[in-house]
């Protein structure tokens, strides 16, 4: 399979669309996506989700399925959405992805796919579907392969990597992807992002994933908006002065709704059927993180309203 930008946009025409109001993963990918949508396309931010919280700005919205969802996989009756993980098993994809674009979906890869599916970030499947190119800079490539790790994924699963650069043709995979394999592009990001990332309070976690030459751990950001607005002002500027974005203005939040966010053993979901657990749980989004785990979370609500009511 080889995507095609222009059936895709035809699609999913909202991905080219001006003026949408859209809401985020509460992270740096979430930001850098960000900043990336309200400067070509000048999308409204209205609020953040960490797959637990969501938080809303008081922006007036007409249509709750006119929000868009970013680098995220919420499970709307019509609403849309883009994001990476795999959310289908075999035979099985709800059809709220109906109207949201995933490339896992789009390559029709399952939970019995994870050796093929999507490596890259939200973010680097934006550019390339705007065919944009970023200044060619070191630190601009660092930020860009900072997220969701995507450079420790090109080393880990590199055959895969590959495979999805062939999928996603015409875009400038040769310079974005140089050299991440070797101990030069390692420290740089030790020596140079880390600290950088560090100075404006942009890490808060280590990840899972450890490069190949220099045992470097990942470092990652999530963020709470009621405490952490300077640090995503700080990411904003620095994404605005590095890639020259306009940075998207912060949304006020006036409301925070709690879910309840729960793993358990995909065989379960299997066995009980995908669409059959998520109408009875009432799940409003998840994720299929690895082939053994079914991470998701509810909200609790009238039936008769919606969840941001």
């Not at 699609?11 to 400067?39: R, T, V």
């Not at 999530?222 to 998207?248: A, K, S």
């Not at 729960?262 to 669409?275: F, M, N, T, V, Y």
């Amino acid at each position: 399979m080889i995507f095609n930008r222009n059936d895709i946009i035809k699609q999913f025409p909202w991905l080219n669309e001006k003026n949408h109001k859209f809401i985020i993963s509460a992270d740096y990918n979430g930001l850098i996506c960000a900043s990336f949508l309200s400067h070509i396309l000048n999308w409204k931010l209205i609020g953040y989700y960490d797959l637990e919280s969501l938080w809303i700005s008081k922006e007036k919205v007409e249509n709750y399925n006119d929000i868009i969802w970013v680098d995220l996989n919420i499970l709307p009756k019509i609403g849309r959405a883009v994001g990476g993980h795999i959310v289908s098993l075999p035979k099985q994809t709800p059809k709220g992805f109906q109207t949201s674009c995933n490339p896992n979906v789009l390559s029709n890869l399952t939970s019995a796919d994870f050796q093929n599916k999507f490596p890259f970030s939200t973010l680097i499947f934006l550019l390339w579907l705007h065919n944009y190119q970023i200044k060619k800079t070191l630190f601009a490539r660092l930020l860009v392969l900072h997220s969701d790790d995507t450079w420790l994924k090109c080393q880990e699963y590199n055959e895969n990597v590959n495979r999805w650069v062939n999928i996603m043709q015409e875009f400038n995979w040769k310079w974005l992807l140089q050299k991440v394999d070797q101990s030069m592009f390692e420290e740089r990001v030790d020596q140079i992002l880390y600290p950088e990332l560090s100075q404006i309070g942009a890490i808060s976690a280590f990840g899972k994933l450890k490069s190949k030459k220099l045992n470097i751990t990942s470092k990652q950001f999530q963020f709470n908006p009621d405490w952490d607005e300077n640090i995503i002002l700080n990411l904003f500027n620095l994404f605005g002065n590095e890639f020259g974005w306009t940075p998207p203005n912060l949304p006020e939040i006036n409301k925070c709704i709690i879910g309840k966010r729960q793993k358990i053993d995909l065989a379960e979901i299997e066995q009980h059927g995908l669409s059959k657990f998520l109408f009875e749980k009432s799940v409003f989004s998840y994720a299929i993180p690895s082939p053994n785990i079914f991470n998701y979370t509810s909200f609790k609500q009238n039936q008769k309203t919606h969840i941001l009511d």
